[in-house]
């Protein structure tokens, strides 16, 4: 049989082609025949153009081309410091609208590096400031649930998803709109260039900053675009923090999980080998324990059930409690390799374990007396 | 004291303004002085064309709006089948270059529904395939150490990292020798398109299968020219995987184990407060406890120590073990809630419990038996 993992993968290539193909299928019914509609206008007033001013066809070539690379410096300097930050945000985020871009070779390398550093970092920043955005939203909810004496004062994740979707929603239109005066675009193409925008697609047919020298005339229209980015962007990393990460992980801890099991397995057959006291797991035996709290400070022959080699400090243990049935011991070092594994480092204890015979002395320390030791 | 996902959440946005500083003060001296030469260059030679062929300032406007609007155009059909699924590529992995953009409303609205649903696929796609990657390489580095017969035939995370980079390297030097054939591109430049696509950031000002109607004539380049995307960003996500994954899901670890040790602490108080049978997890009682194994079937009186409200058969709970300690059974629920919330569900166990006096009776069923009623 195959393992999950790999059907999940497979099941997800396919989903994505389809997806493909069938968006394919749709963007060419929508577009393809306005294409030619669109393509024919052009060429035709351009032809007419070049008939008045007798323009020859290397000319014309010539022409189109310069204008083509004038494009960008119609829109002010886009290396100046503003303009440049601009660029600099547009590649950390990985929004490259290709307004302006590189033409220096110096320049181009310098992308490449500045990107290799700063997409990372920014993935890590814009999905933090998520984290807490949501972090902030269930304590907000909380406080509004309360102060309507809801019956459970809890944030569930139905609120946070619905908090997060307005607060995407609220964002867009209100961009939309200050877009839409600035640039005097329609808001719909407003709305269209925020999501184009904050989905990091970044195509670069509506730029923001490019019309009248916006980038020098005016600064606080400037700070406003940046700041719409990255806080859209933040909040689009919350909103995947939510709903996309945890399936963005599945795989890892699936197979986390199957390492687990194989190691635990792998104990047990030591268990069942080479161990006398694995009856009570079995069902064979029936056996008493005699469990004795005993002062802290005296510790006779401390010996384990526990053969692994993991390092108690660095450990997550049940709280507060030590191994009365070898069996469950056996298992801890599996739970503690699994957590460990998953990162999860939660509290640290030390549990030490007495055997004589089948009488097992349990030392436990109690939280309180460790809280005041520490 | 500031908590500490907080802290981290600062000095990461504090880290990234100052990145972008300090990247647009470079992207300036590096090409602002070039933006100047290359601007007066252009417009002068402009202005020699005009002045040769007398055209008004007027229709060189209008020349120039054609000559942008048509470029898409001379790549070929830019949204017949071929030219759709290169879209549809562009938008669901969220490149964007630009190249061709949806000139009707329905086109921009498809877009953006399209996107919605798609990037999120994508991005959990690529995730999937990079963790099997990761899993296939380190299985191949276990093979080879085994072959070379190394010490530890383990693949540790340097291993990986090494063997990910590599492919990664090795994936953009061969796919810049072919794009540099077809697309007569320099070697630099081929390797620049590569960076650029495959880190999502997409300008556009260098498009792939734009030139002699590729998209029309050459499918098997068009072929292999997707599948460069698709399995690079496989790759892409491989390392993505590997050394910035657990860096985005900080906080969000962060934030759990705080709201588990604040569930613990409320438990504990609970404990102190209300329950009699608290005394061995305080150092106050010796109590004594028996246990039996029972046949399956008999129920008495079933209570339990734990007053969640936790679904048991949703549960984690440590393997063939039954609460025999009323400070561990408490501690569990603790546990419970932990990997409840961390999603690791791994092990569905009954554990019931009864209660007489200080008589504790355990009931737990045999793993085995289990393995065999399921």
Chains 1, 2 share one sequence.
Request: with cysteine; glycine share 6%; aromatic share 12%.
């Amino acid at each position: 049989m195959m393992k999950k993992q790999n059907v999940r993968t497979l099941a997800l290539i396919i989903c994505t082609f389809t997806y493909l193909l069938m968006g394919a299928a749709i963007f060419d019914a929508v577009e393809s025949e306005n294409e030619n509609k669109y393509r024919n206008a052009l060429f035709e007033s351009e032809r007419l153009i070049q008939r008045r001013f007798n323009i020859s066809d290397v000319d014309l070539k010539i022409l189109e081309a310069i204008a083509f690379k004038e494009l960008p410096y119609k829109g002010g300097n886009q290396w100046k410091f503003a303009g440049a930050f601009y660029y600099a945000t547009t590649v950390m985020t990985t929004i490259g609208y290709g307004h302006s871009t590189p033409s220096t070779s110096w320049g181009k390398t310098f992308t490449m590096v500045y990107a290799f550093l700063g997409i990372p970092l920014g993935l890590v920043m814009f999905q933090a400031i998520g984290d807490r955005l949501n972090h902030f939203s269930s304590y907000i909810i909380r406080k509004v649930k309360k102060m309507f004496e809801c019956k459970d004062a809890v944030a569930t994740e139905t609120d946070l998803v619905i908090v997060v979707t307005a607060l995407a929603t609220i964002m867009t239109a209100g961009g939309a709109a200050a877009f839409s005066y600035y640039e005097k675009w329609t808001y719909f193409d407003s709305i269209y260039y925020c999501f184009i925008t904050l989905t990091t697609i970044g195509f670069g047919d509506m730029v923001a900053l490019q019309q009248d020298s916006a980038l020098d005339s005016k600064p606080e229209y400037v700070f406003f675009a940046l700041i719409f980015i990255l806080f859209g962007l933040a909040v689009v990393a919350a909103s995947l923090n939510l709903m996309v990460l945890r399936l963005v992980t599945l795989n890892t801890e699936d197979e986390k999980r199957d390492e687990a099991a194989a190691l635990k397995a792998a104990k047990d057959t030591v268990h069942l080998e080479g161990d006398i006291i694995t009856g009570p797991q079995h069902g064979l035996l029936e056996s008493s324990y005699n469990t004795e709290k005993r002062g802290s400070g005296t510790e006779s022959t401390t010996s384990s059930f526990c053969s692994c080699d993991c390092d108690p400090a660095r450990l997550i243990t049940r709280p507060a409690t030590a191994a009365d049935d070898p069996d469950k011991v056996a298992s801890d070092c599996f739970a503690r390799k699994l957590f460990k594994t998953s990162r999860v480092r939660m509290l640290r204890k030390k549990s030490r374990i007495e055997l004589s015979d089948t009488r097992t002395t349990i030392w436990s320390e109690s939280p309180k007396l460790r809280r005041f030791s520490e």
